[in-house]
């Protein structure tokens, strides 16, 4: 799919790190083989936290969310949403209603699925029309 529109893609978006949401990109960026990528926008989910709690929901672990950590933890291309931020991206509004944050480690529940309660929930809004992404 990349290829098809000329190995380049202008923003990466990343709900949360689960290895089903994260997976594609960590090997992508890991070895991008001709394949650019201008901006990363993600959830802004707490690594140390994470990391120090565990991830038991569904049995994907802490991996993915380490991955992601290792290849991206001091790039510049890389910016950490925040609830309740407005931003353009490519063109149109954003505005973010969930993050990873406090509120999501306050409300998370017995399941402690941190990085699921924290996945975006973004509403992209041009001129004319608007939809919304649930984090999911």
């Not at 290895?19 to 140390?48: L, W």
């Not at 120090?52 to 569904?58: A, I, L």
């Not at 802490?62 to 991206?89: F, G, M, Q, S, W």
Request: charged content about 20%; aromatic content about 10%.
């Amino acid at each position: 799919m990349i290829a098809q529109h000329g190995n380049h893609v202008d923003a990466w978006i990343i709900s949360h790190t689960h290895s089903d949401h994260v997976g594609a990109f960590n090997e992508i960026y890991a070895n991008p083989q001709g394949i650019t990528i201008d901006m990363i926008y993600d959830n802004g989910t707490d690594y140390d936290f994470v990391m120090e709690k565990g991830e038991p929901y569904d049995g994907q672990g802490t991996a993915p969310l380490h991955t992601y950590h290792e290849l991206t933890k001091n790039d510049p291309k890389v910016v950490h949403l925040k609830r309740d931020e407005r931003l353009d991206i490519c063109g149109l509004d954003v505005q973010v209603f969930n993050s990873f944050d406090d509120i999501v480690k306050a409300n998370v529940g017995e399941q402690c699925d941190y990085q699921n309660n924290g996945s975006l929930c973004l509403r992209f809004t041009n001129v004319q029309d608007s939809f919304c992404i649930p984090g999911i």
